[in-house]
């Protein structure tokens, strides 16, 4: 708070992503630090380090924070650590995968596996659980709103397994855009009502930013809230009060997002609804009791919070890691993931147009479709566009 124009977050909205991206773009209209387009085209933070203004990539940012909890790790286990499973939101792109690969390895990490948060979440949910069907699956949707997306997994347990069925996500619907409905609405109402404009005042965004984020905690609870913050511009003391049904009326563009997530996963799996035995949420963004309406509704069942939001990918990624590892005794317990996107192979070959010039053509097919497992191994024999031989 003190310092905003030198405070770093929200790296994974930055990291392996053009600083051209229109979504990066919106993303940065709201940080509080300086980001700047690099020579290949990909983004800087610029930041007073060392008093100097140094620029860094999102890379080696992910690596700083790597080699922090490394430090961590091996102040508390007294051991030094170098494999590792890191959880990665499941919409990330090849290139942001590599990127956090990369940034592993700057910190002295050797990533044994990158997991999907919601596969990691599936994971810390079923492995401790003793009673699962041995003939019929057990079927339960995992939804994840957290700060700045959402994402959706459906998974089947059976005794000692775990089969991931389909994935879904909005890249860019999170609890801060619930926080910044409120921030725009109070924004309007303290222009109107004290005559300042918060926009203009980064610090004065900051504190409106994070009551906001406070005041959307209490409407979670409460009926109605208040808001006041002493001297937030121009030595002003403002005060703002909301009702839930309010707050609702202005989330409606945002609420209105949330069911398409579902439909694409629940379509994916091959399920009927009835088929889904069980709903957990987890995500600061779930706790918003529209989202709650919503899930309830589509799903026809109450979802479930037996799962601390703040640890269950962490401890998933961790179990992971334990089962990869030759040093841990871990329960039977297998995972089969599938991957969200297709992964498709193409290849440029000599042709000749009509007019019996040479030209370029880009042929390509599909390797992996949508939702294949994972890992998976396929072999490929293409053949000469001339004589027909395999080259390959």
Known sequence: MSNPKNAISQIKRLIGRQFSDPELQKDLAGFPFSVTEGPDGYPLINVQFLGET??????QLLGMLFSNLKGVAEKNLNAAVVDCCIGIPVYFTDLQRRATVDAATIAGLHPLHLIHETTATALAYGIYKTDPPESEPLNVAFVDIGHASMQVCIAAYKKGQLKILSHAFDRSLGGRDFDEALFQHFATKFREEYKIDVLKNARACLRLHAACEKLKKVLSANPAAPLNIECLMDEKDVKGFIKRDEFEEICVPILERVKKPLEEALCDSGLLIENVHMVEVVGSGSRVPAVIKILTEFFGKEPRRTMNASECVARGAALQCAILSPTFKVREFQVNECFPFS???????????????ASENIQSTVVFPKRNPVPSVKALQVRHFQCGCPIC
């Open 54 to 59: 140094r620029s860094f990539t999102p890379t």
């Open 343 to 357: 992964i498709a192979l193409s290849w440029r070959c000599a042709a000749t147009d009509s007019q019996n010039a």
